[in-house]
T-cell receptor, first 116, second 112 residues
């Protein structure tokens, strides 16, 4: 199979602190990873596309200095929410693209972030 | 731009009932179309896909046909089970692009 993990699965932090979320492809190499945000009872909104060894490409309206993305290896991408505020509370989901037919993305289980 | 509109839920059904979830899209050219499923407490999983007009994707008893003329990709299952309770997302990716645009999701609950 193609398994993608995320860590942590949930995190609670105080306002003003930074939180790092890891996304790993466990049994395949992923040249491209995607980060999504999902609000309650809403769809997934693409935040950024992360390519190994290069800068992430952010979607319109997403603050790149707020959401720092690093794709250091073919199996690991990280999302750091800097100076988190309550409005950043959300469900963050990553996906990894396995080489093959377009759109073969494998999703992680998500990370629930709550900022107090 | 690209967008996906799918039937609002929630949908509640009895076991063995027929399920249809409507999905229409707006896109340039011939996008690839997908249905993803999210079971409680789990990540999204690809359920089925179709990459060109008139293709039919099928998996686990679910089917969807790529209809270019109506820009639709409706999901159907003839006899649902309790284990089909989940959130279903319709999605598209443009030609030669891995980016996915998702619909709002439809929550389906199947009662025994």
């Amino acid at each position: 199979g193609a398994v993608v993990s995320q860590h942590p699965s949930w995190v609670i932090c105080k306002s003003g602190t930074s939180v790092k979320i890891e996304c790993r492809s466990l049994d395949f190499q992923a040249t491209t990873m995607f980060w999504y945000r999902q609000f309650p009872k809403q769809s997934l909104m693409l935040m950024a596309t992360s390519n190994e060894g290069s800068k992430a490409t952010y979607e319109q309206g997403v603050e790149k200095d707020k959401f720092l993305i690093n794709h250091a290896s073919l199996t690991l991408s990280t999302l750091t929410v800097t100076s988190a505020h309550p409005e950043d509370s959300s469900f963050y989901i990553c996906s990894a693209n396995r080489a093959g037919p377009a759109g073969t993305q494998y999703f992680g289980p998500g990370t629930r972030l709550t900022v107090l | 731009g690209n967008s996906v509109t799918q039937m609002e839920g929630p949908v509640t059904l009895s076991e063995e009932a027929f399920l249809t979830i409507n999905c229409t899209y707006t896109a340039t050219g011939y996008p690839s179309l997908f249905w993803y499923v999210q079971y409680p407490g789990e990540g999204l999983q690809l359920l089925l896909k179709a990459t060109k007009a008139d293709d039919k994707g099928s998996n686990k008893g679910f089917e969807a046909t790529y209809r270019k003329e109506t820009t639709s990709f409706h999901l159907e299952k003839g006899s649902v089970q309790v284990s089909d309770s989940a959130v279903y997302f319709c999605a598209l990716s443009p030609p030669n692009d891995y980016k996915l645009s998702f619909g709002a999701g439809t929550t389906v609950t199947v009662r025994a």
